[in-house]
């Protein structure tokens, strides 16, 4: 039997839409409420602290809204790493938890994590589900140093080391509901191409760096996502 192949997918914003979690750069999207400037740097942070943790605040506490719940695009990427193993490698920009929910088991963050506090001192996370601010304690330092638990513009985003290493061993790259405008995230199909990987873009629509992928296939997520995971399972016979 042949190995499967090593399939390497990068999720954004547009996965987590129709679980009703806003895109940022769509009509209505998060960036056109608020400027990145003043919620998602760590000027902005040093700047006026109350703002970025409520905005994080509101967006924890969107997450864990009842109605908020994995979609069949979650699901099929769940199933697909049920089916092959190690073989898959998942990384998300979400800072969302809904692979997880869906049963993605190794999902890499490269943005963070809402449900996630860090310690500006020791680096330290912390599982958090309920509004922090900049009076709450620490647990490791017992003062009040926490942070959200997400990569901000200018700051370098996690697990980079094992995501080039990734890049450098796929067959196949997917980049799913992202538009494509930060980097490094965006430069990814660029590294998998150079490593003969044969890379597709899953969008609703073509994105701007449509013409880096070898296919590109439009439509909601719902939809896209798990006619695409059937359609390998069948190719590869897996
Ligand atoms: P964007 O908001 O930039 O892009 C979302 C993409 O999803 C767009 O190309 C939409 O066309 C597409 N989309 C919307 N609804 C969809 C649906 N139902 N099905 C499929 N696609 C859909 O979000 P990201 O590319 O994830 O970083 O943004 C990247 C990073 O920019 C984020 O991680 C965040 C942001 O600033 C930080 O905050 C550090």
Known sequence: ????????????????????????????????????????????????????????????????????????????LAKLERVLGDSLTLITQNVD??????????????????????????????????PFDGQTLCACCNTPTLRPDIVWFGE?????????????????????????????AAGFVLGAKDSGAKCIELNLEPTANNWFFDESISGIATKIVPEFVERLIKEFNL
């Not at 370098?156 to 490094?184: K, R």
Request: proline content about 5%; some cysteine; hydrophobic content about 35%.
């Open 97 to 130: 938890n809904l692979h997880e929910r869906a049963g993605s088991e190794r999902v890499i963050h490269m943005h963070g994590e809402l449900l996630s506090s860090r310690c500006a001192t020791t680096n330290k996370t912390f599982k958090c589900d309920t």
């Open 1 to 76: 039997m042949n190995a499967p192949p090593r399939v390497l997918i990068l999720t954004g914003a547009g996965i987590s839409a129709e679980s009703g979690l806003k895109t940022f750069r769509d009509n209505n999207g998060l960036w056109e409420e608020y400027s990145v400037e003043d919620v998602a740097t760590p000027e902005a942070f040093a700047r006026n602290p109350e703002l970025v943790y409520r905005f994080y605040n509101e967006r924890r506490a969107q997450l864990t809204n009842v109605c908020v719940v994995p979609n069949a695009a979650h699901e099929a």
């Open 156 to 184: 370098m985003p996690q697990h980079m080391e094992l995501i080039m290493e990734s890049i450098s061993q796929a067959d196949i790259f997917l980049a799913i509901g992202t538009s494509g405008n930060v980097y490094p």
